[in-house]
């Protein structure tokens, strides 16, 4: 192993118990520059940085803008002082480009306070891009802390040529035979063992060593490689399925495929990676925002297989050609004879040349430097016909004719289609794509062309390579050449670098004069210094790694922080996806997978946050589970759907979960296969999960062998886990009484204050509440599409404002007990009653810009499951709004099949829902004399707002509809409800329940006692 990628692995991999994590804000450090005719605009936007201080050094220092562009950015702290209490950090990122915004170089000087977990301080610098440089002094940053992120202590390093390492480490192994013994194991291996899944076959080769396993395992994963499709509307996440499913297979039957067959399936990993992140614009519909549907397949599918092909070596970089300072001035070979089938076609000027022999496809990446024509003399020098054979690796291929009458699908003109964009009218385009059947292949077309009058020429290629072959003559596109009359042997090599694999090899009228000046051009042999320096630098880095492919450790570094992204802006703190349960439910798992083997590869966890390892917990805070003619389960959610997490997430996330919480989420398993804890572990039981009455997918299988903790004892989460539960990140708190079954009692409010990812809803401070197996507060998540509208939601609307229905609240505080499930949060909801303006911009364009409707609110909510208000359940909701028109306080009605049969009974104080299982009473202390009304028309807001439904809801106002102070108090029970007594009026009320009194101090609502 080389010493730089030692370093490297050692960097990865060893951190030091005292490290340092640090998150770092940089307001309008890059520039986005903007054409828009003849004006061009600047936009500053912010980065933010993540620096991370191992064994007293600066590593993995890293940065994401997402305003400006869509890709990760790597950097270097290249000095280090201190500063008084401060320290100052010299900091060199190049800003990468994607495929709308270019990139650049940054050179910033950060100096940084820190104050417990918060950092201040200021930066100065510049961002240079193209010519334009961006200047910035002494502009305030920001920024946290974050905890260590040690790697375990009993991790043992990667060796550099070591498989398995993503799935379980060659060390596991013998545990995991071991397990074959067990009622699991046993399972495990029906399942596999008649599957045609890669990924099982992989893993029967690994727990058999049989290699007619892996042998099997390879056409089936070519067969993956092969599908072209993205699914259903061009779905791009579809990569990221297909590389989790090569790169395990790969991981998995490394030892056991050929060179060729390792070679073939990092061909196609490599590409699809560079397509993902480097070429976004062409991988379909993807919504590359971190943490949406999208990206938490693409990157965690993308990011197994840059790990399992971590370490790899390759041949050394290519050398650029030696600069040529003068044209070439060729003479026709003496004797030379065209082979069999050859076509001689007349010196193509200003026309592609269309009459060929062809060989090919070859599987090579684009970059490779690997000659498939070398064993018949090489890509200069062969002089095939028709009857040359070509053994490249362990296939045969003859050399065939190929023209516009054999082969008129591989030609085209810009009438053609799409594929044919770019190609002039009047002229014809070779299209290879089809014969290629992917990118990154490699073709020859070889042909001879017939001078007839001596003279100058310039030859182009229009296509993504830029070379041929005159008579052994490499020349390069642009280049410029002196032909003698006669005939010419011409080799053409081209690589399909894009889907239409376009080409237009021609030569154009030239003079003297102008070859003169081209290689007179002082920019060729800066270009050349330029590219000579890359392959220097590119082959040094290369050496000292060993020989280590040094492309695809930058793939494992980007994907490791596009992961990180995934989980801190999906995620978040407290395991609470912003999505809805229909997108995360479907997307989520790869990215558990990519976790797992994550820790194994570098023996730390990928965040060191409480966002993957609480994402099941979350749910099983959240969901009743019961018994009733099976299991049944039911998740009060936000957003589209209303799911709760499938078991085939739960062998992952009880490997990922807090070991505290892992006996609960083992109960939670059980719960929902509806199994005792001497089932679930018995053969009938495990026969049930894995293949028979809960059937899980090959992947799935093997998660489950690896991961059930088979030494376990299941516990009630309540033993184990908060009964109020906080996910920070967005603002989310739930409150639960207990796990019983189906008359759990569980709150829940969401003050979204974390800026949510892909689809959402403007839900921010929407309350719903689950008791005796009926949702007694109830939101409609499916009502209006994936977007929905504030009318579905348990708010306060302002239907004649143009309030920004879909704004963030932000968390004022809260108060929770973990034991018992009480709290009480509150929110400030004033960003959500700010406002939108239409105006028409100076090009007579309708836009909306926000502007101040001098709206302020505070929305509080509290829990309390004591008993002592005479019911098992007691909520409360606070609302003081001050400005704006109308306020309608708007309570959902249940419309699920299961919910319908409910009586509503309306009085002047409140409100009744009673089902036969149980009832909810509200209580409306303020307004004093409340105006309720159930409603049946079309709700409307300002057109600004939110979108108009016909909810089933019930409105509730005070005698002036711009009152906006509400107290509203709720107890549930199977019994009669409990008398409420109030006293005073407004929010200053004191409303005694049973022996409990609860008031508003103006920014929490208190519970005595």
């Not at 390492?165 to 399942?191: C, M, N, S, W, Y």
């Not at 300072?325 to 004797?335: C, D, F, G, N, R």
């Amino acid at each position: 192993m080389g010493i730089l990628l030692l370093a490297l692995w050692t960097n990865m991999a060893h951190a030091a118990e005292l490290g340092t994590r640090l998150v770092v804000t940089l307001p309008e450090a890059l520039i986005k520059l903007r054409q828009t005719g003849e004006i061009r605009s600047r936009q500053a936007e912010a980065i933010r940085i993540y620096l991370t201080r191992e064994n007293g050094r600066w590593v993995r220092t890293w940065g994401y803008a997402n305003r400006f562009n869509a890709n990760v950015h790597e950097g270097e702290i290249t000095a280090e002082r201190a500063v008084g209490d401060a320290i100052e950090l010299d900091l060199a990122m190049t800003i990468e480009p994607d495929n709308w915004v270019r990139g650049g170089q940054a050179k910033w000087t950060l100096r940084l306070a820190t104050k417990g977990d918060t950092i201040t301080g200021a930066y100065s610098g510049t961002y240079t891009t193209g010519e334009e440089v961006h200047t910035v002094k002494d502009v305030a940053l920001n920024g946290f802390a974050l905890p260590p992120n040690p790697v375990r202590a009993d991790f043992k390093p990667l060796d550099v040529d070591e498989h398995p390492r993503l799935l379980f480490r060659e060390h596991d192994l013998p545990a995991i035979k071991a397990r074959l013994k067990t009622p699991l194991g046993q399972a495990v291996l029906k399942r596999l063992e008649n599957s045609s899944d890669p990924i099982a076959l992989g893993m029967m080769y690994q727990l058999t060593g049989d290699k007619k396993y892996a042998d099997r395992a390879f056409p089936e994963a070519s067969k993956v490689m092969a599908n072209r499709d993205q699914g259903p509307f061009a779905i791009g996440r579809e990569w990221g399925y297909k590389t989790r499913i090569v790169g395990l297979a790969y991981d998995l039957c490394y030892d056991a495929w050929t060179e060729e067959q390792r070679e073939q399936t990092e061909n196609y990993l490599d590409e699809i990676l560079d397509l993902c992140l480097n070429r976004k614009h062409r991988v379909g519909t993807v919504n590359w925002a971190p943490g949406s549907n999208y990206t938490m397949v693409i990157h965690a599918g993308n990011g197994l297989a840059a790990m399992a092909m971590m370490g790899k070596k390759t041949e050394a970089p290519a050398k650029p050609p030696a600069l040529r300072e003068a044209a070439a001035k060729l003479t026709p070979p003496a004797a030379f004879k065209p082979g069999k089938d050859v076509p001689v076609v007349a010196l193509p000027v200003e026309q592609t040349i269309t009459e060929w022999l062809m060989v090919g496809p070859f599987a090579l990446h684009y970059l490779s430097p690997i000659d498939p024509l070398a064993a018949n003399g090489g890509v200069a020098d062969i002089r095939p016909g028709s009857d040359t054979e070509v053994k490249f690796r362990s296939g045969v291929q003859r050399w065939r004719v190929m023209n516009r009458t054999t082969n008129p699908e591989n030609f085209g003109t810009p009438a053609s289609g799409p594929k044919m964009y770019g190609v002039p009218k009047g002229q014809v385009a070779l299209s290879l794509a089809d014969i290629a059947k992917r990118e990154q292949t490699r073709v020859f077309l070889y042909t001879v062309v017939n001078v007839d009058i001596s003279g100058w020429y310039q030859f182009k290629t229009h296509a993504w390579n830029n070379q041929a072959f005159l008579d052994g003559q490499r020349i390069a596109d642009g280049e410029h050449v002196h032909l003698a009359a006669g005939q010419y042997p011409f080799m053409f090599p081209l690589v399909i670098g894009a889907p239409s694999g376009n080409a237009r090899p021609m030569f154009l009228p030239s003079t003297e004069e102008a070859a003169i000046a081209f290689y007179a051009d002082a920019k060729r042999k800066e270009s050349h210094a330029a590219a000579m320096a890359q392959w220097q630098r590119a082959t040094e880095s290369w050496q000292q790694g060993g020989g280590v492919n040094r492309t695809w450790l930058k793939y494992v570094r980007q994907l490791e922080y596009w992961n990180i992204l995934n989980l801190e802006m999906g995620m978040m703190e407290g395991g609470f996806q912003g999505e809805g349960e229909s997108y995360t439910l479907e997307c989520h798992e790869p990215a558990h997978d990519y976790a797992l083997a994550f820790r194994n590869v570098f023996g730390r966890e990928l965040t060191g946050r409480n966002d993957i390892s609480h994402f099941a917990p979350r749910y099983i805070v959240t969901t009743a589970v019961w018994q009733d003619n099976g299991p049944r389960a039911m998740n009060q959610s936000y957003g589209r759907g209303e799911e709760t997490i499938p078991t085939r997430y739960l062998p992952r996330s009880i490997a990922l979960a807090p070991k505290a919480w892992q006996p609960a989420v083992l109960w939670f398993w059980q719960q929902r296969v509806g199994m005792t804890h001497e089932q679930f572990l018995s053969l009938d039981g495990q026969t049930q999960m894995i293949v028979g009455k809960h059937p899980v997918d090959a992947l799935t299988a093997i998660q489950t062998l690896i991961h059930l903790p088979l030494d376990v004892q299941p516990q009630n989460p309540g033993d184990v886990m908060p009964r109020a539960y906080e996910a920070s990140g967005r603002g989310f708190y739930a409150f639960r009484n207990q796990w019983a079954g189906k008359n759990d009692i569980i709150a829940q409010i969401y003050g979204r204050t974390g800026q949510p990812c892909g689809w959402n809803q403007p839900e921010s401070g929407s309350f719903q509440i689950w008791a005796f197996g009926h949702e007694m507060a109830y939101k409609n998540n499916d009502g209006l599409g994936k977007t929905g509208t504030r009318w579905y939601d348990n708010v306060v609307m302002l239907p004649d404002d143009p309030i920004k229905a879909g704004a963030l609240s932000t968390l004022i505080g809260r108060k929770l007990d973990a034991k018992t499930g009480a709290g009480v949060v509150t929110f400030d909801m004033s960003p959500i009653y700010m406002g939108n303006e239409e105006y028409t911009d100076d090009k007579g364009v309708k836009k909306v810009r926000d502007i101040d409707l001098n709206i302020r609110g505070l929305r509080s909510f509290a829990a309390d499951f004591s008993g002592k208000s005479g019911a098992p359940g007691l909520f409360a909701v606070v609302d003081k709004i001050t400005g704006g028109k109308t306020k309608q306080w708007v309570y959902q009605l249940p419309v699920t099949e299961r919910d319908k049969n409910y009586k509503l009974d309306i009085d002047d104080r409140g409100f009744t829902l009673a089902w036969s299982e149980g009832s909810l009473r509200a209580t409306v202390v303020s307004p004093a004399k409340p105006v309720i009304t159930r409603n049946t028309q079309v709700l409307k807001a300002h057109p600004l707002s939110t979108p108009d439904v016909k909810a089933n809801a019930l409105l509730i106002t005070g005698p002036e509809k711009t009152e906006g102070d509400f107290f509203v108090i709720f107890t549930v029970q199977q019994k009669a409800a409990p008398a409420v007594t109030i006293s005073g009026s407004g929010l200053d009320a004191k409303v005694t329940i049973g022996q409990q009194v609860v008031g508003f101090d103006g920014t929490y609502i208190v519970t005595q006692p």
